[in-house]
């Protein structure tokens, strides 16, 4: 009884443990937004992106697929593939946690135009790291 007790403990503690480690961090979650633009992965890009982040974003795919009816998520996913297919790669540069729910990350885009570094400011919601564009 007592040996079961004990591994019945030392279980639920471990998942607590690896739950809370298992969190994404600012680098990751910006790596997976990029890879969602990339790859049309609609689901992705709402889950690391604020909801102010996607009606802005929003506006910027009305305006480069106008032809599309952007509120069917195969018509979104092959307007972002569109609008995404000269970034040929991205690396995070650079993260600096602002605090436990700030952070902001150095991107550097590469497309046929050349390199670009762009900065993203991210927050912590909901225990999820989101790409978070104000203007």
């Given at each position: 009884m007592r040996r079961g007790l004990k591994a019945s403990i030392l279980a639920v503690a471990s998942t607590v443990l690896f739950t809370?480690?298992?969190?994404?961090?600012?680098?990751?979650?910006?790596?997976?937004?990029?890879?969602?633009l990339k790859n049309g992965d609609v689901a992705t890009y709402k889950k690391y992106s604020t909801e102010t982040t996607q009606r802005l974003m929003g506006?910027?795919?009305t305006m480069?697929?106008?032809?599309?009816?952007?509120?069917?998520?195969?018509?979104l996913s092959a307007c972002m593939k569109d609008i995404f297919k000269d970034m040929s790669s991205f690396k995070v540069l650079d993260v600096k946690d602002n605090n436990k729910v700030s952070a902001?990350?150095?991107?550097?885009?590469?497309t046929k135009d050349?390199?670009?570094n762009n900065t993203l400011e991210l927050q912590k919601?909901?225990?999820?790291w989101k790409v978070s564009i104000k203007k």
């Amino acid at each position: 009884m007592r040996r079961g007790l004990k591994a019945s403990i030392l279980a639920v503690a471990s998942t607590v443990l690896f739950t809370a480690c298992g969190t994404e961090s600012p680098k990751e979650a910006t790596e997976k937004f990029y890879t969602s633009l990339k790859n049309g992965d609609v689901a992705t890009y709402k889950k690391y992106s604020t909801e102010t982040t996607q009606r802005l974003m929003g506006l910027t795919f009305t305006m480069g697929c106008f032809n599309k009816d952007l509120k069917q998520e195969s018509e979104l996913s092959a307007c972002m593939k569109d609008i995404f297919k000269d970034m040929s790669s991205f690396k995070v540069l650079d993260v600096k946690d602002n605090n436990k729910v700030s952070a902001t990350v150095i991107v550097e885009e590469k497309t046929k135009d050349g390199v670009k570094n762009n900065t993203l400011e991210l927050q912590k919601l909901d225990e999820q790291w989101k790409v978070s564009i104000k203007k």
